[in-house]
């Protein structure tokens, strides 16, 4: 780019000179003289960025040499560690690595969750899900569509179904297993060269100035490692030891609910979730499969 800018340059001031070559013989051999001093430059210039990226890659080598430590204690090369492969943590790792960037997941636990929360996926998450290409994570689990919500009080029912006609894609809400669905989103961020999923524990984060600059964690076997990079993201769920550590978890009035799954259970409504406005509290009720209601 400095070559070329100078040669523009070099360039400009020949046309200039041409304008004026009738008024002097000495501006005519000036002229002949403009050529030489674009090559000079364009030499200088060539001999500089040489100089510059050679003091450049001493200066990587050097880098290098005082993070092998870091590299060998841990994850090397990874340009952001996530901290759970929960929803957020693996959809977050396959969009970073799907960008280019290594991303480095440590989860605590593997295995297949079994829980009864987040079993519904509103049509807002449908459409980030096809804007993140993760469409088909709903795809195998025997996940089911659900048009709408059907409220119920005293005997009464209102039928409220959710406007999917102006979208080219099928947004629908989906209800499924969360063990399943998370193991989809995991599996698609695996298979990505660019992320690694690894089992483990993170206990603290690493800081120099107050700057994270990684995570200590412990692997399946118990080991304590580290792991370094630029970026450290936390999505580790609500039970993490990590996150009561990093911030308050205490609730005023906590909240409590009950779940039971249902087989073969008939609703009234196919397709539609079920809530029951009752007192204390509401009743939903939603299919989980093709064979279950929860």
Known sequence: MISLSLFMCGSRRREGAGKRDTESGWEKDMEGMY???????????????????????????????????????????????????????????????????????????????????????????????????????????????????????????????????????????????????????????????????????VTSLIKEDGIVKGVVYKTKSGKESKAFAPLTIVCDGYFSNLRHTLCSSKVDVPSYFVGLLLEDCQLPFPNYGHIILADPSIVLFYLISSTETR
């Open 35 to 201: 050529p030489l001093g674009v090559i000079a430059a364009s030499i200088l210039a060539f001999l500089l960025l040489l100089g510059i990226h050679g003091r450049w890659g001493k200066g990587r080598k050097a880098a290098g040499k005082r993070d092998s430590g870091r590299v060998a204690a841990g994850f090397g090369g990874a340009d952001v560690i996530v901290v759970g492969a929960g929803v957020t943590g693996s959809a977050l790792a396959y969009a970073l690595g799907k960008d280019g960037r290594r991303v480095h997941v440590i989860e605590r636990d593997l295995a297949e969750p079994d829980t009864i929360v987040g079993e519904v996926l509103q049509p807002g998450g449908c459409l980030n899900l096809f804007e993140l290409g993760l469409e088909d994570c709903v795809d195998e689990i025997d996940a089911q569509r659900v048009l709408g919500y059907v409220l119920t009080k005293n005997g009464r029912s209102a039928k409220l179904s959710i406007p999917l006609e102006k979208y080219h894609v099928d947004v629908a809400a989906r209800c499924f297993h969360h063990g399943r669905f998370i193991q989809r989103l995991r599996e698609k961020a695996a298979s990505l060269s660019s992320v690694q999923l690894k089992q483990g524990a």
